[in-house]
């Protein structure tokens, strides 16, 4: 699916069809192809794909570039430069978020186009003489996309809109961020219950569509974000353990043994991508490129490291592929440059340093993420020796023995990261008490996702009531606090201006 979900010939026929009723109130040209029926569209198997291929190229163009980060900067880990069109990001990292946010708005009328399209699909994908099981795989990938882009958007915004059909409500209410999860859990529970894609059996097959695996991993990502605040329903941890040890037990994904190869050409599709959003960079006009990794240096660069964040970040090769404070944008900008973003295409071609659009896929689930959810959710339930096992095993990958180059983490030979390492790994004696064990966790978590679109480190300091804590260790060299951390109405983006202009129950 890699190579055809992202062709915009197909999602700009789709896009005709499914954009003529928005949520966000936009005026929209909707074309000879808007007016053609759903109902007359998904006649047979190959309308369904059709369908579900337009659905994909939705959501991914709206995942395409960073948008999403400027809700993620009131974490410690991201930062910005203080200069240029850089204001939208330096809102968020300074608690500072208006509703006029250009990136927040882009997100939210983004991720509203491919939620309508979604439930349009589900309303109106039902041929006759079509197997069930069929529509129900199809109706799978339009479930998933709904719960996924729900989910990003009540962790970013709060309390938001929840419509669940095409059929347009201008004076809808906002609904409760736990009744917001409640049913992206439902949602996901559909696609793992239909969900057929040989990957999940099988992690050399390439295909984009949802699988029952991913579904199993964001179902146990929302339930781990209802543990903390503002749910506190600790319950939930028993959930987080049962389905993140489904899928370790499955053992059908794994490690990457190298930790760059999840972030560009050729190791996409790889054994550690849980889901990622799929594009491939083509001729004008077709627009199906990444704007997340492969970025420019220079001052197209959006995203920078704090430098509280580097200077804890555990050396190892990890960090080397991460970050860096000797390029020349790193003294022009006085931050460490973020390199992790600026993978570019293909290993050895000028683009691999110097590109702005990128065959890049963005990974959102990996299966390093579900052995420290694993990890925690043990740690939460009794089992503190397996919560250091899992632990351990993403400590010593990110290590890597004390390599420097792809080439001696090639040397250490396959799922090195498998066997004790006492020069890494923790111990019962370090990590003597559940806090020590779960603070360990988080720590690594922070450093293995940083910039990542899963937003993990700013989910954990919601969840974990640490915003206020984190940034009270702020560097000075940062741009000033506007606002203050401590106050749990600025975790939550503002709904854009132009929405409640249209709405004013939003």
Same mark, same amino acid.
């Given at each position: ?61 709206a995942c395409w570039g960073v948008d999403i980060l400027a809700a993620y900067t009131g974490a410690d880990d991201l930062t910005t430069h203080n200069g240029g069109n850089k204001w939208v990001f330096r809102e968020g990292d300074t608690f500072a978020l208006t509703g006029g946010n250009?990136? /927040? ?11 309508? &399209? !979604?439930?349009? =699909? $589900?309303? @109106? +994908? ?74 999940? /059996? ?11 695996? &991913? !579904?199993?991993? =964001? $179902?146990? @990502? +929302?339930y781990m974000q209802l543990t903390g605040w503002p749910y506190g329903e600790t319950d939930k941890w028993a959930d987080v353990k049962s389905y993140t040890k489904q899928i370790i037990d499955a053992n059908v994904y794994s490690l990457m043994d190298d930790y760059m190869h999840n ?208 940034n009270a260790l702020r560097d000075s060299r940062e741009v000033p606090l506007v606002g203050d951390p401590n106050n749990k109405a600025l975790w939550y983006a503002p709904i854009p201006e132009t929405e409640i202009d249209l709405n004013p129950n939003l």
């Open positions: 699916m890699k190579r055809n979900i992202y062709s915009y010939l197909i999602m700009l026929i789709f896009g005709g069809l499914m954009l003529s009723s928005m949520v966000s109130c936009e005026d929209l040209d909707e074309g000879s192809l808007g007016a053609v029926s759903g109902d007359s569209f998904y006649a047979d198997e190959l309308s369904l794909e059709s369908g579900v291929t337009g659905m994909f190229g939705l959501m991914n163009r250009g990136r /927040t708005i882009g997100i939210w009328n983004a991720y509203y186009r491919a939620i309508n &399209a !979604a439930n349009t =699909f $589900i309303e @109106k +994908a039902h041929p006759e003489g079509v197997d069930e099981a069929v529509v129900n795989n199809t109706l799978a990938n339009a479930y998933f996309v709904r719960a996924l882009l729900y989910f990003r958007l009540t962790t970013v915004f709060g309390d938001v809109p929840l419509p669940l059909t095409s059929s347009p409500d201008y004076e809808m209410l906002k609904t409760p961020s736990r009744e917001v999860i409640t049913q992206v859990i439902s949602d996901l529970k559909f696609v793992e219950q239909w969900a057929v894609n040989a990957r999940d /059996t099988d992690v050399s097959v390439v295909d984009g569509h949802a699988t029952k695996t &991913a !579904a199993k991993a =964001f $179902i146990a @990502k +929302a972030f560009g050409e050729p190791w996409e599709n790889n054994k550690e991508i849980i889901f990622a959003h799929q594009y491939k960079r083509q001729p004008w006009p077709i627009s199906g490129e990444s704007r997340w990794y492969g970025a420019f240096w220079a001052a197209w660069m959006d995203m920078f490291i704090e430098w509280n964040f580097y200077s804890g970040f555990p050396d190892g090769y990890r960090k080397n592929a991460t970050t860096s404070t000797t390029s020349v944008d790193a003294i022009t900008y006085a931050h460490p440059v973020n390199t992790k973003l600026l993978y570019g295409t293909i290993q050895g071609r000028p683009e691999f340093l110097h590109t702005w659009q990128s065959h890049n896929d963005v990974a959102a689930m990996r299966y390093a993420e579900v052995l420290l959810m694993y990890a925690e959710a043990c740690a939460n339930t009794g089992a503190e020796a397996d919560a250091i096992n899992y632990l351990n095993m993403v400590k010593r990958r990110a290590y890597a023995g004390g390599a420097t180059t792809s080439d001696e983490v090639a040397a250490l030979g396959a799922g090195f990261w498998e066997d004790a390492d006492a020069s890494v790994d923790y111990t019962a004696a370090q990590l003597s008490s559940k806090q020590a064990i779960i603070d360990a966790i988080v720590k690594e978590r922070a450093y293995e996702f940083v910039s990542e679109i899963g937003g993990n480190r700013w989910l954990d300091l919601v969840r974990l009531e640490k915003v206020g804590t984190v």
